[in-house]
Nanobody
Framework: VQLQASGGGLVQTGGSLRLSCAAP????????MGWFRQAPGKEREIVAS????????YYADSIKGRFTISRNNAQSTVYLQMNSLKPEDTAVYYC?????????????????WGQGTLVTVSS
């Protein structure tokens, strides 16, 4: 399965970006989906995740209230709306498909990874 992430870029502090992750040619609606990020010199960490129907979500404390995860199963796409961005949000963001339908959080639960998209927040 190929997951195509897009939407990263350079933005100033306080700005917004919307990341998209598409799985063209297939249906990912039976799987939970998530976004992880990895900053230079740090481990990859969960940012947000969403269950297959979208009824359950998880947000890391560091981004709670600023980021929103959503999905459109008809288009096999998951989104991450990022508002009020901070320099510490700078990282490569990876979308992920989980093995199960739930809003998982652990790296070990990931079945497929997207290629990553770089988000840089300038101060």
């Amino acid at each position: 399965v190929q997951l195509q992430a897009s939407g990263g870029g350079l933005v100033q502090t306080g700005g917004s970006l919307r990341l998209s992750c598409a799985a063209p040619g297939r249906t990912a609606s039976n799987n939970g989906m998530g976004w992880f990020r990895q900053a230079p010199g740090k481990e990859r960490e969960i940012v947000a995740s969403i269950s297959w129907r979208g009824g359950s979500t998880y947000y890391a404390d560091s981004i709670k209230g600023r980021f929103t995860i959503s999905r459109n199963n008809a288009q096999s796409t998951v989104y991450l709306q990022m508002n009020s961005l901070k320099p510490e949000d700078t990282a490569v963001y990876y979308c992920a498909q989980f093995r199960s339908p739930v809003a998982a959080t652990a790296l070990e639960r990931v079945q497929y990874w997207g290629q990553g998209t770089l988000v840089t927040v300038s101060s």
